[in-house]
T-cell receptor
Framework: SQTIHQWPATLVQPVGSPLSLECTVE??????LYWYRQAAGRGLQLLFY??????ISSEVPQNLSASRPQDRQFILSSKKLLLSDSGFYLC?????????????FGPGTRLTVT | AQSVTQPDIHITVSEGASLELRCNYS??????LFWYVQSPGQGLQLLLK??????LVQGIKGFEAEFKRSQSSFNLRKPSVHWSDAAEYFC????????????FGQGTELSVKP
């Protein structure tokens, strides 16, 4: 069966510090991968998605970036965090679009920028 | 452009009562439709999905949803709510030509009274 992991689970970082959040998927190959941010009391905002290694699409201009160095690894980064980057970050995967569209989510990372 | 509207931000029901959460979407063709549930501090769990065929779909935890094309709706129902159903519920829509991306509604928070 497929599983998705995210770490760290929680993170407190000062403004201006770098960020690296990691997401890995097991039990599947060539998944589509997604990064979402969920601000308090709000819905999900798609940040990035990837259909393959090195292929990243950005949905929202911001100071975050994403990379996919391996088939089942997706990394969210920032060189300098802003207060507005605080939130709950969720990674998700789905199968190839021709097979299904449902996305499966990881447990999330709670980021607090102080 | 696709959009999803969940008109109710917060709903409170008594334990054992029936539940209906509303979801309206905007899309030019038949979309893929999903309902997810999120407990506090956790990731999203897929409850059910509609791709095609029977417009009444059954999901996990006793939930069902009905796709009504004429009303552009995909409402979630449960005949008898349990205290453990208290959570945030998200409706999402996907398009066949959007590379697997989903658009999420803003969510409905469900509280259950004993």
């Amino acid at each position: 069966s497929q599983t998705i992991h995210q770490w760290p689970a929680t993170l407190v970082q000062p403004v201006g510090s770098p960020l690296s959040l990691e997401c890995t998927v097991e039990g599947t190959s060539n998944p589509n991968l997604y990064w979402y941010r969920q601000a308090a009391g709000r819905g999900l905002q798609l940040l990035f998605y990837s259909v393959g290694i090195g292929q990243i699409s950005s949905e929202v201009p911001q100071n975050l970036s994403a990379s996919r160095p391996q088939d089942r690894q997706f990394i969210l980064s920032s060189k300098k965090l802003l207060l507005s980057d605080s939130g709950f970050y969720l990674c998700a995967w789905s199968g190839a679009p021709s097979s299904s569209y449902e996305q499966y989510f990881g447990p999330g990372t709670r980021l607090t920028v102080t | 452009a696709q959009s999803v509207t969940q008109p109710d931000i917060h709903i409170t029901v008594s334990e054992g009562a029936s539940l209906e959460l509303r979801c309206n979407y905007s899309y030019g063709a038949t979309p893929y439709l999903f309902w997810y549930v999120q407990s506090p501090g956790q990731g999203l769990q897929l409850l059910l999905k509609y791709f095609s065929g029977d417009t009444l779909v059954q999901g996990i935890k006793g939930f069902e949803a009905e796709f009504k094309r004429s009303q552009s709706s995909f409402n979630l129902r449960k005949p008898s709510v349990h205290w453990s159903d208290a959570a945030e519920y998200f409706c999402a829509v996907g398009a066949r030509n959007q590379g697997g991306k989903l658009i999420f509604g803003q969510g409905t928070e469900l509280s259950v009274k004993p």
